[in-house]
């Protein structure tokens, strides 16, 4: 969503503390995966900051508004990382 929509919509879905939340997530996400790929002991740590990161940039994407898409996908991943760091 952050280069295929927000560039291309650019304003606020643009601003700088919007995208890189939105590369943060997108980043956590794939480390998330990763570690629990490799079977790492971290994994619990790294997706509990993972569902904060997401439910961060859920709010974000709400406050923006047009990105219900992208609020549902960072919800759902936010609830399966609280439920992996269990």
């Known amino acids: 969503m952050a280069a295929s929509h927000c ?7 643009a601003e700088p503390k919007h995208f890189r939340l939105m590369l943060a997530c ?3 996400c794939q480390t ?3 570690l ?7 994994h619990k740590r790294i997706c509990a900051i993972c569902a904060e990161i997401c439910e ?6 709400e406050e923006i508004g047009d990105m219900q898409d992208c609020v549902d996908a960072c919800r759902r991943c936010a609830e399966s990382c609280r439920r992996m760091a269990a």
């Open 56 to 61: 961060a940039c859920a709010r974000s994407c």
């Open 7 to 13: 560039l291309e919509v650019s304003g606020q879905h």
């Open 36 to 42: 629990m790929l490799m079977g790492s002991d971290y």
């Open 32 to 34: 998330s995966a990763n």
């Open 26 to 28: 997108a980043e956590i």
